[in-house]
């Protein structure tokens, strides 16, 4: 069984009755889930997973007026759960506390993104981390009868604003040029294996995080961004595919080969949504042209390197 359908036969078992009889006036307002850091979120968990910071274990969130009122009281009452279910125990490493129990909806929110509700500029929206804004966003919320944390996933689920889209996008076309279309063969050309290895690996990161950006997705954590491809409809499963065609191909001509070939659909791609109409195979050509289309000047003028 994954973490996160354990995690919610756990709540089921054990939360529901526990809010009820304990706190029978804010059972209308406890938001319950399972979101944020750790593989069982994402649903990526395996028996690998299995030896840290895994188990049976629930989110419960609250309004700040709430959290003041019956915050502690909640957690000591959470704490006295079964710390067993269904044959599992939680275990628990240093890094891994708080990753379960009660929380304050904005100080949730605010350990991943800063901040204690969404994003109100494109200035801060700009410097918010995919990975983070993945990790708020992730799993799965049981109950929110309040809606007032579900308010909050939902901004953020929508996205990037379409020009901090087309920023990023723009600059992972200079960076994966940059790497998997310039430096790669040049180094293997020098016998320079760190930077050989470094642009390989650089070129791959970058061009997953493109893929993302065309989905409208966060990328999440360098761990699972590989196979969290296989979920999007756009050049998902291709890119999954390729990537382990690149790393595994047995000489750099070879990989070139397979690099040259992601950035031929990634560019046939930009051409169907309306992002490039370049005839350049080179991503680097499109990058600008991308950049040119961010309606607020500000963001316009700058760098297309920087994203």
């Given at each position: 069984?994954?973490?996160?359908?354990?995690?919610?036969?756990?709540?089921?078992?054990?939360?529901?009755?526990?809010?009820?009889?304990?706190?029978?006036?804010?059972?209308?307002?406890?938001?319950?889930?399972?979101?944020?850091?750790?593989?069982?979120?994402f649903?990526?968990?395996?028996?690998?997973?299995?030896?840290?910071?895994?188990?049976?274990?629930?989110?419960?969130?609250?309004?700040?007026?709430?959290?003041?009122?019956?915050?502690?009281?909640?957690?000591?009452?959470?704490?006295?759960?079964?710390?067993?279910?269904?044959?599992?125990?939680?275990?628990?490493?240093?890094?891994?506390?708080?990753?379960?129990?009660?929380?304050?909806?904005?100080?949730?929110?605010?350990?991943?993104?800063?901040r204690?509700?969404?994003?109100?500029?494109?200035?801060?929206?700009?410097?918010?981390?995919?990975?983070?804004?993945?990790?708020?966003?992730?799993?799965?919320?049981?109950?929110?009868?309040?809606?007032?944390?579900?308010?909050?996933?939902?901004?953020?689920?929508?996205?990037?604003p379409?020009?901090?889209?087309?920023?990023?996008?723009?600059?992972?076309?200079?960076?994966?040029?940059q790497?998997?279309?310039?430096?790669?063969?040049?180094?293997?050309?020098?016998?320079?294996?760190?930077?050989?290895?470094?642009?390989?690996?650089?070129?791959?990161?970058?061009?997953?995080?493109?893929?993302?950006?065309?989905?409208?997705?966060?990328?999440?954590f360098?761990?699972?961004?590989?196979?969290?491809?296989?979920?999007?409809p756009?050049?998902?499963?291709?890119?999954?595919?390729?990537i382990?065609?690149?790393?595994?191909?047995?000489?750099?001509?070879?990989?070139?080969?397979?690099?040259?070939?992601?950035?031929?659909?990634?560019?046939?791609?930009?051409?169907?949504?309306g992002?490039?109409?370049?005839?350049?195979?080179?991503l680097?050509?499109?990058?600008?042209?991308?950049h040119?289309?961010?309606?607020?000047q500000?963001?316009?003028?700058?760098?297309?390197?920087?994203?």
């Open positions: 069984m994954k973490g996160l359908q354990l995690s919610e036969k756990y709540y089921n078992a054990h939360g529901v009755d526990m809010i009820e009889e304990k706190f029978p006036d804010y059972k209308d307002r406890i938001a319950t889930g399972l979101v944020g850091e750790g593989s069982e979120c649903g990526f968990d395996d028996k690998i997973s299995r030896d840290h910071d895994w188990g049976p274990g629930f989110c419960l969130w609250l309004t700040k007026e709430d959290y003041k009122a019956i915050g502690k009281k909640l957690q000591a009452e959470y704490e006295k759960l079964p710390q067993t279910y269904r044959g599992n125990k939680r275990l628990m490493s240093e890094w891994g506390s708080g990753r379960v129990g009660v929380f304050e909806i904005g100080s949730f929110y605010s350990k991943f993104i800063g204690l509700k969404p994003p109100e500029s494109l200035e801060e929206w700009l410097y918010l981390p995919e990975d983070f804004l993945s990790k708020c966003t992730n799993g799965k919320v049981f109950t929110d009868p309040l809606g007032e944390f579900t308010k909050i996933r939902d901004q953020l689920l929508n996205f990037y379409d020009d901090i889209r087309l920023v990023k996008i723009a600059a992972r076309c200079m960076s994966c040029a790497s998997g279309q310039y430096n790669f063969m040049r180094s293997a050309a020098r016998k320079e294996l760190f930077p050989l290895f470094y642009s390989e690996i650089k070129f791959c990161s970058d061009i997953i995080s493109m893929i993302f950006f065309l989905n409208r997705r966060y990328t999440p360098y761990k699972w961004m590989h196979n969290a491809l296989k979920s999007l756009i050049l998902g499963e291709f890119l999954y595919t390729r382990n065609d690149l790393i595994e191909a047995p000489d750099h001509n070879n990989k070139n080969e397979i690099i040259e070939h992601i950035c031929a659909e990634v560019i046939k791609e930009f051409k169907k949504e992002l490039s109409d370049s005839p350049s195979d080179f680097l050509d499109h990058g600008p042209i991308i040119d289309k961010i309606k607020d500000n963001l316009r003028q700058r760098d297309v390197w920087l994203g």
